[in-house]
T-cell receptor
Framework: GQNIDQPTEMTATEGAIVQINCTYQ??????LFWYQQHAGEAPTFLSY??LDGLEEKGRFSSFLSRSKGYSYLLLKELQMKDSASYLC??????????WGAGTKLIIKP | DTGVSQDPRHKITKRGQNVTFRCDPI?????LYWYRQTLGQGPEFLTY????????KSRLLSDRFSAERPKGSFSTLEIQRTEQGDSAMYLC?????????????FGPGTRLTVL
C-alpha cells in the first residue's frame, strides 16, 4: 500500500526554527509537495521537490532524499501566522497525488 | 487571474437531499480535481478531469457521487441522497499539465453539513 507519515502535531516558539518531517512509501515517485493549510481554509502551495537536495524559498526550505523516502520542511524565524497544518503529498507512478494527514504546528509566543 | 473559486462556501442540508457544488478553475488550467477532507486528515481524492474528460474516479467513491465538466471549464459535483457521513469540506483544485510539475492550486472549499 501507499503511505505517507508525518507527526500529528508539533509546538514551537515564535522566532525559532522548526523542522517537519515526512516519510513516504509509494508506488513510484514523481515529486513531492508541501502545502500549508490554515484552519477552515484550503491548502496553499509552498514547495515542490523532485531532485535530492534543499530548495530554499524565503523563510521556508524543503529537503528531499529519494533514496531514503524522506523529506522535511524547515521554517525559520517563526511567526504566529505560521500556526497551521502542513501537508506532505507525493506524486506516485500513476501521477496521482497521495496526501499525508498533515502536521498541526502550534506557535507559542 | 482570480484563482480557483467554489460555490457555495457553506451548505447545510437534510439527510436524503441532493446537493450540487460548482468549481471554477484558474482559466488556463486544463486539469481539475475534486477532493474531500475531514478534520485532521489530508485531502481524499475523489475524481479528476483533463479538459472535459473524466480520467479517474476513486474506487471508494459511492455511486451517489457524480461530477461533470461539460465544456472543459467549470465543474460540478453532485451528491445524491446525502448521508451524515458525507459531511466534510469539498475541495476543488486545478493545474496546468506540465513536464516537470503539475502544481495543484486549491479553491476555498465548500463545507457540507448533513443533518
Amino acid at each position: 500500500g501507499q503511505n505517507i507519515d508525518q507527526p500529528t502535531e508539533m509546538t514551537a516558539t515564535e522566532g525559532a526554527i522548526v523542522q517537519i518531517n515526512c516519510t513516504y512509501q509509494t508506488s513510484g515517485f514523481n515529486g513531492l509537495f508541501w502545502y500549508q493549510q490554515h484552519a477552515g481554509e484550503a491548502p496553499t502551495f509552498l514547495s515542490y521537490n523532485v531532485l535530492d537536495g534543499l530548495e530554499e524559498k524565503g523563510r521556508f526550505s524543503s529537503f528531499l532524499s529519494r533514496s531514503k523516502g524522506y523529506s522535511y520542511l524547515l521554517l525559520k524565524e517563526l511567526q504566529m501566522k505560521d500556526s497551521a497544518s502542513y501537508l506532505c503529498a507525493v506524486i506516485d507512478s500513476n501521477y496521482q497525488l497521495i496526501w499525508g494527514a498533515g502536521t498541526k504546528l502550534i506557535i507559542k509566543p | 487571474d482570480t484563482g480557483v473559486s467554489q460555490d457555495p462556501r457553506h451548505k447545510i442540508t437534510k439527510r436524503g437531499q441532493n446537493v450540487t457544488f460548482r468549481c471554477d478553475p484558474i482559466s488556463e488550467h486544463n486539469r481539475l480535481y475534486w477532493y474531500r477532507q475531514t478534520l485532521g486528515q489530508g485531502p481524499e481524492f475523489l475524481t479528476y478531469f483533463q479538459n472535459e474528460a473524466q480520467l479517474e474516479k476513486s474506487r471508494l467513491l459511492s455511486d451517489r457521487f457524480s461530477a461533470e465538466r461539460p465544456k472543459g471549464s467549470f465543474s460540478t459535483l453532485e451528491i445524491q441522497r446525502t448521508e451524515q457521513g458525507d459531511s466534510a469540506m469539498y475541495l476543488c483544485a486545478s493545474s496546468l499539465e506540465g513536464l516537470e510539475t503539475d502544481t495543484q492550486y486549491f479553491g476555498p472549499g465548500t463545507r457540507l453539513t448533513v443533518l
